[in-house]
């Protein structure tokens, strides 16, 4: 009995070795899939004109903002989101670079589920579609793509969408100034799973 009972033990060692290549394989295919898109169309998409112009103008107009501005910011936004007054969350949503991001939705359907930018504080900039909060400083989507620099790219857990009844995963990615290659605010893309390999 106890015979078996090691090999079983090795038995399950053993498989739990072979999985782990196919697993390691697959994360760094993912990772090779997602870095493609992101140089490819999604980079394009963060370069836009409208983008670049309103991160820049918000970063200007936010060059001297504190923390405590910024976590008032966060309330103010965080109170609106069930209410029909909405004047911290309306700028945000009805600029022109929010109009763009609503754009790259409509032709991309059942693609990009959702879309937003931020600048160098972590504060939305526009937004496709409202997020459950304004200040995105404190996440990973910025932490670990603009504080990291112009090449950054931080793929999130593929989680469900109750909306959409979609799986769906966060790439996030640093915004550059084309003109420069600076790091200037991040942009955060909602992919439907679905479409990765």
């Not at 196919?22 to 899939?33: C, E, F, K, N, P």
Request: charged share 20%; net charge negative; proline share 4%.
């Amino acid at each position: 009995m106890r015979s078996v009972h090691f090999a079983l033990i090795a038995c399950a060692a053993v498989l739990s070795a072979l999985a782990q290549p196919a697993a390691a394989t697959d994360s760094a295919a993912l990772q090779d899939q997602i870095s493609g898109l992101v140089a490819g169309e999604f980079r394009g998409w963060a370069e836009a004109p409208a983008v670049i112009e309103a991160v820049k103008a918000q970063n200007a107009a936010n060059a001297a903002i504190d923390q405590a501005k910024i976590d008032a910011l966060d309330a103010a936004w965080r109170a609106e989101i069930d209410h029909d007054a909405r004047p911290t969350i309306e700028p945000v949503l009805s600029n022109a670079a929010a109009d763009y991001l609503r754009g790259i939705e409509e032709q991309t359907p059942g693609r990009i589920m959702e879309a937003f930018v931020m600048d160098e504080h972590g504060l939305n900039v526009a937004v496709a579609q409202p997020t459950s909060d304004y200040w995105q400083g404190d996440e990973d989507k910025f932490t670990k793509t603009y504080l990291l620099g112009a090449d950054a790219i931080h793929i999130g857990e593929v989680e469900f969408d109750d909306s959409s009844q979609t799986y769906q995963v966060q790439i996030s990615f640093t915004i550059t100034d084309p003109a420069n290659g600076l790091p200037i605010g991040a942009i955060t893309l909602g992919l439907n799973a679905e479409e990765l390999d």
